[in-house]
């Protein structure tokens, strides 16, 4: 394994194990079960779309760590876990994508409430804030809630990428397709040989 791949490796363990550690009772609830189910952006999840947030939020705070800034890390875990959660459902309990987009992140709250026990205020601010600055959202009162509502952007736009890309290949998918085969044809051949 090369250098830089090795660092990447690394990095997503360290992601892993930051949510495992604060965020476990989110990641195994029915809730994060359902957003798995439940379509969002298009060609994505609101489970894939939380999974993205929530390692997005995680790398932006390493980078920070980097540069002596710190963060409150549990609170990004919870946050970004827990953001979009109020979205399920989102067919029965609202009557148009605007109410959708003002609400879910009131409903996220109560989600996240239930699923924490206790949930600090810079948490539940972070979930409630995210949003910004679409619509009347308020903006971010910490450094950890604009962390969020940061990744939140970038996942969204990654999300529509991958989704489109998986329909429509574009050249990346393409190549991806050639060492895919090309790599099914060597395995081939060897299991052929012996
Ligand atoms: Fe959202
Ligand atoms: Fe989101």
Redesign the pocket.
């Known amino acids: 394994m090369g250098k830089k791949s090795q660092k990447k490796e690394k990095r997503r363990e360290a992601i892993r194990q930051e949510l495992e550690r604060y965020g476990s009772e989110i990641l195994n609830s029915e809730e994060m079960k359902q957003a798995f189910q439940q379509r969002h952006h298009t060609l994505s999840t609101v489970g894939a779309?939380?999974m993205r947030?929530a390692a997005t939020s995680l790398a932006i705070c390493y980078a920070l760590k980097k540069l002596h800034i710190k963060t409150d890390i549990p609170s990004v875990v919870k946050g970004s876990l827990c953001?979009?959660l109020g979205i399920l459902g989102r067919g029965e309990k609202f009557h148009s994508s605007k109410e959708c987009s003002a609400r879910h992140p009131i409903d996220s709250v109560e989600i996240a409430q239930k699923l924490t026990g206790e949930l600090s205020d810079k948490t539940a601010d972070i979930i409630e804030r995210?949003m910004w600055p679409v619509g009347k959202a308020k903006p971010p009162n910490s450094l950890e809630a604009a962390i969020v509502s940061t990744a939140?952007k970038i996942?969204?736009v990654e999300d529509f990428v991958e989704g489109y890309e998986q329909q429509r290949p574009g050249i990346k998918g393409v190549v991806r397709e050639i060492k895919k085969r090309k790599k099914e044809n060597t395995a081939w051949k060897t299991k052929k040989k012996s």
């Open positions: 779309h939380t947030v953001h979009d995210h939140d996942a969204a």
